[in-house]
């Protein structure tokens, strides 16, 4: 089977849990037979990797992609609309690079707005391939966490909706995710669920342990929609009267540190043997986000072995129950404070058992090869039919 990869660039060339997607996605229906052509992209300033460089980057064998197509995403400014004009703009300098191949692939699976060319042709009259958008969260349709960001969201609801309606197939990570498709007036039957996954190297060997007292963690970047801004003002009524730590990982501004001495910031980990062993040091990974798709911080954690608190939001229902942590309806700053203090003084044989359950789900059904597997079983289906 030959599949186009069209993707908004990948891990480690940018950074994003949907540019770790991407490139596990390229990496693991490789390893599973695909014969598949990535087409990526890095930001203006910086250089356009080798085939070689991405070679190494995905595989430690001789294995190797089918073709590589590496781009600059366009810049156009700061003026408002202008990520919608650069998305426009690269998905037009992709269709240049493959349009003269389009005929060859069996199937096209694009992320974000990287196919909204060859959606327009195909429209239009065009012949290729069966195309397979994907949106991961839909975030633009999800629960803003501001004024700010409605307006935000607003400016992507009609493009991400011509996009996903256009498609023959639209991607879905379940759950919350699908139900949202839906509501765009999408079909069962071009919905394709599929979740996301994690490298087999993330998954520990060592034995769990629970500490005293309990360490929380919350894993990444400052962002409005991630809910640091309610964490904080938990926190500042908690932490000094509560015996628990609490660890940052991640570019958090300065402004927005409280400061304590039960409370870290390691900054930017981007070292994978420093990071999980951060990880495995500590017992709870906190996710308080307004909006999500299905978090590969989860995934990360719970691959360490962590128990989690976070919120029914995208996917991670998928992930989170009570068997694994406390997974919350919404944010609501007294729910999370007492998700907070409750694992904070569980019972340590409660919260193992909990590191346990997460670490099994994880290693039993969200390993990329598996993942992998299901989606080249769903799309075989699709263009069978």
Not at 187 to 192: E, F, S
Not at 304 to 321: F, K, P
Request: proline residues 4%.
């Amino acid at each position: 089977m030959k599949i186009l990869l069209l993707t908004d660039g990948i891990a480690p060339y940018a950074m994003g849990g949907m540019q770790k997607h991407s490139a596990n996605l390229a990496k693991y229906l490789t390893l599973a037979g695909v014969k598949v052509t990535l087409v990526h992209c890095v930001a203006r300033e910086k250089e356009i990797p080798s085939d070689y460089e991405v070679n190494e980057s995905l595989f430690s064998s001789q294995q190797k992609l089918n073709k590589i197509i590496g781009l600059k995403f366009p810049s156009m400014g700061k003026a408002p609309g202008h990520y919608l004009k650069e998305s426009y703009r690269y998905s037009e300098m992709v269709f240049e690079k493959v349009k003269d191949e389009l005929n060859s692939y069996d199937f096209i699976y694009g992320k974000g707005f990287s196919a909204w060319k060859l959606l327009q042709k195909k429209s239009k009259g065009m012949k290729m391939a069966p195309i397979g958008v994907k949106f991961h969260g839909y975030e633009m349709f999800q629960k803003p966490p501001s004024f700010r960001a409605k307006i935000e969201q607003l400016f992507l609801r009609k493009p991400v909706k011509w996009n996903t309606l256009n498609s023959d197939f639209v991607f879905s990570y379940g759950a919350k995710i699908t139900e949202l498709i839906r509501g765009l007036g999408v079909g069962d039957d071009k919905i394709i669920s599929i979740p996301s996954g994690i490298d087999n190297t993330w998954i520990r060997q060592s034995k769990l342990k629970v500490n005293s007292p309990i360490r929380f963690v919350f894993l990444g970047r400052y962002e409005r929609r991630k809910g640091i801004e309610e964490l904080n003002d938990i926190l500042n009524y908690i932490i000094e009267n509560n015996e628990f730590e609490f660890h940052f990982i991640g570019p958090i501004p300065q402004d927005k540190q409280i400061e304590s001495k039960k409370i870290v910031y390691h900054g930017v980990v981007q070292d994978k043997e420093k990071l999980t062993g951060l990880l495995d040091d500590a017992d709870v990974l906190v996710c308080p986000s307004h909006s999500e798709g299905m978090p590969n911080v989860i995934l990360e954690g719970m691959s360490r072995g962590m128990a989690v608190i976070a919120t029914d939001v995208g996917a991670v229902r998928l992930l989170v129950s009570d068997k694994v942590g406390i997974l919350l309806k919404q944010i609501d700053k007294e729910e999370f404070k007492q998700a907070i203090l409750s694992l904070s003084n569980v019972e340590p044989a409660k919260l193992l058992e909990m590191k346990i359950n997460s670490l099994e789900l994880v290693s039993n059904a969200f390993k990329w090869e598996r993942i992998a597997e299901q989606l080249i079983d769903k799309v075989k289906e699709v263009i069978n039919d």
